[in-house]
């Protein structure tokens, strides 16, 4: 048992790192600049912001009327029971208006991006 030799036991966490000794190539610098992704990604990011705090605006606007709208209108006689108009205003309109905003925001993100396609960056060997 004990004359065996037992070989040494690694942990290998990643590629084998070049010796001292050996240089690895680095690549030539090429002549030409690479693309500037960077301002057409920020380009699209801030469209889609923009459209997106503009939705949330929308809605918060629209629908934040509501309660002030029910406030604001008169129903005579209605004492215990709520009128079939506050039931249409809260149940039916705003519906038609969440399917228009989301439609709005789903087209301009679609342009956002169709109209700012950048090129791939290139792989060079």
């Known amino acids: 048992m004990g004359a065996e030799s037992v070989p040494r036991r690694e ?3 990643g590629r084998p790192r070049p010796s001292d000794r050996t240089t690895v190539p680095r690549p030539a610098p090429s002549p030409e600049p690479p693309p ?3 301002d057409t990604v920020r380009k699209v990011m801030r469209q ?3 459209a997106g705090l503009i939705a949330t ?4 606007a629209l ?3 509501l309660p002030v709208l029910l406030r604001v209108l008169p129903f005579p006689g ?3 029971r709520v ?3 506050v039931w249409l205003l809260l149940g039916v309109a705003p519906y038609p208006v969440l399917l228009a905003i989301g439609a ?3 087209r301009r993100a679609e342009r956002n991006e169709a109209g700012s396609t950048a090129p791939a960056p290139v792989e060079r060997p």
């Open 78 to 80: 209605t004492a215990s």
């Open 83 to 85: 009128p079939p108009a």
């Open 104 to 106: 709005w925001y789903v």
């Open 63 to 65: 629908l934040g009327l």
């Open 48 to 50: 889609q912001l923009r």
């Open 36 to 38: 500037r992704v960077d």
């Open 11 to 13: 942990v290998v966490t």
């Open 57 to 60: 605006a929308l809605l918060a």
